[in-house]
T-cell receptor, first 114, second 112 residues
Framework: AQSVTQLDSHVSVSEGTPVLLRCNYSSSYSPSLFWYVQHPNKGLQLLLKYTSAATLVKGINGFEAEFKKSETSFHLTKPSAHMSDAAEYFCVVSVSGSARQLTFGSGTQLTVLP | EAGVAQSPRYKIIEKRQSVAFWCNPISGHATLYWYQQILGQGPKLLIQFQNNGVVDDSQLPKDRFSAERLKGVDSTLKIQPAKLEDSAVYLC??????????FGQGTRLTVV
């Protein structure tokens, strides 16, 4: 079985300050991990993915995430928030197997204050 | 490259009515997923197809929900009869490798 827990349902930051969105996962096998972003009335967009290569993964729009197996974490960070980053962010886990499902976390709503 | 297409974008129906959603995945993607996203929650997998075969439908409420992908390309998801708690966004996604999924914009269903 696999699961993912997003530790904060809402995060507020000021524009120009760092962003940290926390994610912990549970998986019986080596996971693939993803972060998706969802802007209002828009589809889910992939920010970045970890698939057993480098543990520090760089994504689009200046986001990056670090896979830490010992902590079962995959936190998303960005050095400096922009107003356009305001959206819902989902951490997603997938493990190998015939089904290879994507299991989503409950989401973190990021608010960026001017 | 064209993305995943879904229609309609919005649908309002009365409870006990039926409704159908359509999805056209990215060309060549063998895997197709339907997710249900209730307001304030993360998407939940309803059904996963590999070509025209069902890989996983363990979370599909089969008494009222059905889905098909007859030719291994387009897919339809049907709800009959709808309940108030079916109000959600229904997301279709496709994948070439079952590692990375590409999502459509979804169909927002409101059941009144």
């Amino acid at each position: 079985a696999q699961s993912v827990t997003q530790l904060d349902s809402h995060v507020s930051v000021s524009e120009g300050t760092p962003v940290l969105l926390r994610c912990n996962y549970s998986s019986s096998y080596s996971p693939s991990l993803f972060w998706y972003v969802q802007h209002p009335n828009k589809g889910l967009q992939l920010l970045l993915k970890y698939t057993s290569a480098a543990t520090l993964v760089k994504g689009i729009n200046g986001f990056e995430a670090e896979f830490k197996k010992s902590e079962t974490s995959f936190h998303l960070t960005k050095p400096s928030a922009h107003m356009s980053d305001a959206a819902e962010y989902f951490c997603v886990v997938s493990v190998s197997g015939s089904a290879r499902q994507l299991t989503f976390g409950s989401g973190t709503q990021l608010t960026v204050l001017p | 490259e064209a993305g995943v297409a879904q229609s309609p974008r919005y649908k309002i129906i009365e409870k006990r009515q039926s409704v159908a959603f359509w999805c056209n995945p990215i060309s060549g993607h063998a895997t197709l997923y339907w997710y249900q996203q209730i307001l304030g929650q993360g998407p939940k997998l309803l059904i996963q197809f590999q070509n025209n075969g069902v890989v996983d439908d363990s979370q599909l409420p089969k008494d009222r929900f059905s889905a098909e992908r007859l030719k291994g390309v387009d897919s339809t998801l049907k709800i009959q009869p709808a309940k108030l708690e079916d109000s959600a966004v229904y997301l279709c996604a496709s994948s070439p490798n079952r590692v990375q999924a590409f999502f459509g914009q979804g169909t927002r269903l409101t059941v009144v």
